[in-house]
């Protein structure tokens, strides 16, 4: 049965037996990974390592996006313990942007952990987004603004502030988006696909798969825009839906924050000395 036909479904259904309204938004968003209507609500969670400006990922492996300016690619290799042809291979060979992808040896990644900045780890509903930046506040919701309709949500941030892939995906826009300015759009599954907007830096490309939790731009204020903010928006066969009722509740909750631990530690420290499978496995997330 096709997702349009579930959702024409579930809403009659629910008419029918009084239930109380959702929105298109809000079935679409439960029913994202093909799920039946009798299986709304029920745990289905996923854990997720959320890139931070301290770590990221890209192509499968963790290190940082720099601006080299200038620096000798062998000089950036020593720094973070990797050799010149494994970041000429992460970075496909494209050397000449503003910015380079600079992957990190274990010693290095364990420093950053160790330090406390290891990225969060969170455990989500798979049906459901990931905020797409770490400390969300609002500074506009969707719906009417000064008599017109805001079609996203406004998420305030600093300047520069890592923003991440909401859920598994291809990038299909990145570019230059006139009232947008720097955006990036990736497509999910069933049609979904998630725009984020204003921001200084676009990191990955049209064509990439990304993942849930992946660093895809720097925040900024780019376009139209009245502050440093990243505007976030959901559409279904390109029509604008409410981004909450596709977003993981309770995100933001101090309680729920957890970080990634080091690989190094207890019983994987003997595999990772070794150089074995589990500190490549890592390096790999």
């Known amino acids: 049965m096709t997702l349009s036909a579930k959702l024409r479904i579930a809403i009659l259904v629910a008419a029918l037996v009084g239930l109380p309204y959702l929105s298109p938004g809000a079935i679409l968003a439960n029913a994202r990974d093909g799920s ?3 299986s709304f609500g029920q745990p289905n969670l996923l854990k997720v390592y959320v890139d ?4 990221q990922s890209y192509r499968g492996r963790l290190g940082q996006w720099i601006a080299p300016g200038g620096e000798a690619l062998s000089a950036i290799a020593r720094r973070y313990g990797v050799s010149v042809d494994e970041i000429r291979e992460v970075n496909g060979g494209n050397l000449s942007g503003p910015l380079v992808f600079a992957p990190m040896s274990l010693e290095m990644y364990d420093r950053l952990v160790s330090e406390g900045r290891g990225r969060r780890e969170v455990e989500i509903d798979r049906r459901k987004f990931l905020w797409p930046v770490e400390e969300p506040h609002y500074t506009s919701r969707y719906g009417n603004r000064r008599g017109g309709m805001h079609t996203g949500l406004d998420m305030g941030c600093a300047p520069n502030t890592v923003v991440v892939a909401a859920a598994d995906g291809v990038v299909v826009d990145s570019g230059w988006y006139g009232a947008l300015g720097q955006a990036i759009a ?3 599954d069933n049609d979904l696909v ?11 490309r049209v064509g990439e798969r990304v993942k849930r939790g992946q660093a895809i731009a720097l925040s900024g204020s780019t376009g139209r825009s009245t502050g440093p903010h990243v505007h976030f928006e959901v559409r279904f066969l390109g029509v604008a839906m409410n981004p909450e009722d ?15 631990e080091s690989p190094l530690d207890n019983e ?3 595999a990772a000395d070794a150089g074995g499978a589990a ?5 790999g997330n």
């Open 36 to 38: 039946d209507p009798e």
């Open 52 to 55: 931070n400006g301290s770590i």
């Open 186 to 188: 990736i497509q999910h």
């Open 194 to 204: 998630t725009w984020y907007g204003h921001n200084n830096r676009l990191l990955a």
């Open 246 to 260: 596709f977003l993981q509740f309770g995100f933001t909750q101090p309680a729920l924050v957890l970080r990634e």
């Open 268 to 270: 994987v420290e003997g």
């Open 279 to 283: 500190s490549e496995s890592r390096l």
